[in-house]
């Protein structure tokens, strides 16, 4: 099975150049950041790393970043769990369950949390959609697109 790692450059924790990120494809979905101060040029070993983490479990999900968080969706531990880190250190804050694992060819998440003030949403393979507090973890509510809702999944990547 897959395991994703973490990898992360001073570019991006930089106090005076950390924009939040809150989801997928960035603030505005277009994949653009308005970030000032960046180097034009890297030198030939790269940025230093600032931090790494590892263990975020398998999967496809990108990261959401706002404050001093940042989030992504990985399977371990025999599930599918929301996972927060520190944005300064990458040492975990909290994980929260979002459903059962997806155990095909490739395995996890295909999703990316987004965030919205304080709090988080996340959607897992099996279409269970949760919203979390970002500082807590803590659920304050759960819907399953297909039981709740009647969705269907038209393909074999399943829901993201």
Not at 66 to 81: K, M, V
Not at 89 to 105: C, H, K, T
Not at 107 to 134: K, N, S
Request: aromatic share 10%; glycine share 16%; hydrophobic share 40%.
């Amino acid at each position: 099975m897959t395991r994703t790692a973490l990898f992360v450059s001073t570019l991006l924790v930089s106090p005076v150049a950390a924009g939040d990120w809150p989801g997928w494809r960035g603030q505005n979905r277009d994949a653009l950041s308005h970030e000032a101060g960046l180097l034009q040029e890297w030198p030939a070993s790269g940025p230093p790393l600032a931090w790494k983490a590892i263990g975020m479990g398998a999967g496809f999900s990108g990261v959401a970043v706002a404050g001093n968080h940042l989030f992504t969706i990985g399977d371990r531990s025999g599930a599918q769990r929301v996972i927060a880190l520190d944005r300064r250190d990458g040492l975990e804050v909290w994980s929260a369950r979002i459903g059962p694992p997806w155990n095909d060819e490739y395995g996890g998440g295909r999703g990316t949390p987004t965030v919205d003030g304080d709090l988080l949403f996340a959607l897992g393979t099996d279409g269970d959609l949760v919203c979390l507090e970002i500082a807590t973890g803590k659920e304050r509510w759960r819907k399953n697109l297909a039981r709740d809702f009647g969705g269907a999944v038209m393909t074999g990547w399943k829901w993201s």
